[in-house]
């Protein structure tokens, strides 16, 4: 055994992680776009087809907007994401994100049936644009007498100009607040977020997967509200477009895409309603409903298929689809982003209210610092790639969506380290960290743990060797 002569460090750190999660709120979603500066009047021209605006920071040839995406008026919706989620026995929080191609307008969700209680507007979040339109972001506080189920509708709007013959716009939300025999409150919605435009090139197949997730761990589906003659739905929420014919004669052109959402126990449960009557519900039986909408359009034929080649490809390190990312209080998160790409003209996002999209040595990156508001909550971040090539066409890498949990989470730790010379807090803060870190993510703990050293005690240690080495 050999003792090596050296310093013992006594260091506290603390390690953030989420486990058992069980509380959720709705992002606020926000939009953001890079694009490359245009080179000539056409290109001038291009860019303010895209109808984006803001412009905020410079970096190289990139110029950093804000892409305020969606644009509103009663006849340009683009579609909606809505969500609710119980505060108490009586009083549910309802969200929602209604996009428009021009001017912002408030949606109206009337009360189609039940006890949908007394309303109060809690945040109204508008997001304008320097060529007209908004995004707009509503949070409600409904406050019921009667513990059971009602079913918000938006209606009233027309959709823009869309090929699979829908004008109208229809959005209905059915909440539940009658209690859960398993988790002893009332339901919440699922969550899932979506961009308001998606684009793929008629010849080229794609898939669109929503990422979804569930406060109360119930099973997340998706059906359609109308049928969509060019995506093919599943049950997980996964959506394939796939083209017709090596000549591919499927119609470009926007199509408005109206999906259900649903959550289903994943065992038998029983719901309470105000007056104590239980409802068994099982496996097979939805409980809350909420509506994701969104425009898929259909663009010209592309040159090539292949990711990396004329369409976009998001490459490692870029989280990948459905990836669940770890973020601490006050301390910020970095969502890298690595393109492939012959011409970079766009990042596209949507995800908390503060996040941005910031270049460093050549590298994007979303970052985000979450603060005591957010602790314990999780958000979905969504965001592509979106190019402008020829004349007016636009390709789109697919989009990718993760789930961000704020840890609750913060466990204290004591560990003693051997070093042959003295180590000062910025050298455990570095090195030691990172190795340790390593130990711990090596032993189960999940990869997006934070370490921070908070304290260390330094002591002198004189052995000897004993016999070979340990």
Not at 275 to 302: H, R, Y
Request: aromatic share 6%; glycine share 6%; hydrophobic share 40%.
């Amino acid at each position: 055994m050999l003792w090596l002569a050296g310093r013992a460090h006594i260091v506290a750190f603390e390690i953030n992680d989420s486990f058992n999660t069980a509380k959720y709120e709705m992002a606020t979603p926000r939009i953001r776009l890079l694009t490359a500066i245009p080179r000539s009047r056409s290109d001038q021209r291009h860019a303010l087809v895209a109808q984006v605006c803001l412009a905020s920071i410079m970096w190289g040839r990139l110029l950093v907007l804000s892409l305020l995406a969606c644009g509103y008026r009663a006849s340009d919706f683009l579609g909606t994401v809505m969500t609710y989620d119980p505060l108490s026995n009586d009083t549910v929080a309802i969200g929602y994100k209604a996009s428009y191609q021009n001017e912002c307008i408030l949606a109206d969700w009337t009360c189609q049936s039940g006890d949908c209680g007394s309303r109060s507007f809690v945040t109204i979040t508008k997001f304008l644009q320097i060529l007209g339109g908004c995004c707009i972001d509503v949070v409600t506080h409904h406050r019921v007498s009667q513990i059971s189920q009602f079913v918000l509708r938006l209606d009233g709007l027309r959709w823009i100009n869309v090929t699979n013959d829908v004008t109208e716009a229809l959005a209905v939300t059915r909440v539940d607040m009658r209690t859960r025999s398993d988790t002893g409150r009332a339901n919440a919605s699922p969550r899932t977020a979506v961009l308001p435009v998606l684009r793929v090139p008629s010849n080229c197949q794609r898939n669109v997967t929503l990422t979804t997730f569930d406060p109360d761990g119930d099973a997340v589906k998706c059906r359609y509200q109308n049928t969509t003659s060019v995506l093919q739905l599943s049950p997980d929420c996964n959506m394939i477009f796939t083209p017709r014919g090596n000549d591919s004669d499927i119609a470009e052109g926007a199509y408005a895409v109206q999906l259900i959402m649903e959550d289903f126990p994943r065992q038998d449960i029983a719901l309470t309603d105000g007056e104590g009557n239980e409802t068994l519900v099982t496996s097979e039986d939805a409980i809350g409903q909420i509506p994701v909408q969104f425009v898929l359009m259909v663009d010209p034929p592309a040159a090539s298929c292949v990711e990396g080649e004329q369409l976009p490809a998001l490459r490692p390190p870029t989280p990948a689809n459905g990836e669940r990312v770890y973020a601490s209080v006050n301390e910020t998160l970095e969502i890298p982003i690595t393109v492939e790409v012959y011409q970079l003209s766009a990042v596209l996002f949507s995800g908390p209210a503060d996040m941005q999209l910031n270049v460093s040595a050549g590298r994007l990156f979303l970052t985000w610092t979450p603060t005591e508001s957010d602790l314990g909550q999780s958000r979905p971040v969504c965001f592509l790639v979106q190019l402008f090539v020829e004349g007016l066409t636009q390709h789109q890498s697919e989009m990718r969506c993760v789930i961000v949990t704020v840890s609750p989470v913060v466990i204290v730790a004591r560990a003693r380290l051997l070093s042959a010379f003295p180590l000062s807090m910025n050298g455990i803060q570095g090195v030691a960290l990172t190795q340790l870190k390593e130990l711990l993510v090596a032993r189960g703990l999940p990869a997006g743990i934070t370490l921070r050293a908070v304290s260390f005690s330094e002591e002198s240690s004189e052995r000897a060797s004993e016999g070979g080495p340990e």
